[in-house]
């Protein structure tokens, strides 16, 4: 009995291991937070981008929340399209959620901890 629960452990580590990673909402294999910093940085209107999280809801759906300090007299709703087009195209990401701000309360926020 032994043996064959060593062997269902090891046929099922990969489930066990990806399970685990949506239970703790790490970020998804493959996925690098600074890279997709740098890639919403890139879109035009955007200054800077903190408070950053990235998790799967279960296999391959991600999700994303994150702070966004816009500049510029850019419509805020083309920013937020470009943006998510950006995180779909290069990273498969497909829910955000975006709070735009006109200036960084970064400082603000970490005030309390």
Same mark, same amino acid.
């Given at each position: 009995s032994i043996l064959i629960a060593g062997i269902i452990l090891y046929t099922s580590w990969g489930l066990i291991k990806d399970s685990v990673d949506i239970l703790m909402q790490s970020v998804p294999e493959g996925i690098s /937070? *600074?890279? %997709?910093? $740098?890639?919403?940085e890139s879109v035009n209107g955007i200054l800077k981008v903190h408070d950053l999280h990235i998790w799967a809801v279960t296999s391959g759906v991600f999700t994303l929340s994150a702070h966004a300090v816009v500049v510029g007299d850019r419509n805020t709703r083309e920013v937020l399209?470009?943006?998510?087009? %950006? /995180?779909?195209? $290069?990273? *498969? @990401?497909?829910?955000?959620? @975006?709070q735009l701000e006109t200036e960084s309360r970064e400082a603000e926020e970490f005030e309390a901890f």
């Amino acid at each position: 009995s032994i043996l064959i629960a060593g062997i269902i452990l090891y046929t099922s580590w990969g489930l066990i291991k990806d399970s685990v990673d949506i239970l703790m909402q790490s970020v998804p294999e493959g996925i690098s /937070l *600074n890279e %997709v910093q $740098k890639a919403m940085e890139s879109v035009n209107g955007i200054l800077k981008v903190h408070d950053l999280h990235i998790w799967a809801v279960t296999s391959g759906v991600f999700t994303l929340s994150a702070h966004a300090v816009v500049v510029g007299d850019r419509n805020t709703r083309e920013v937020l399209t470009e943006t998510g087009k %950006v /995180l779909n195209d $290069k990273f *498969n @990401i497909r829910h955000t959620t @975006i709070q735009l701000e006109t200036e960084s309360r970064e400082a603000e926020e970490f005030e309390a901890f």
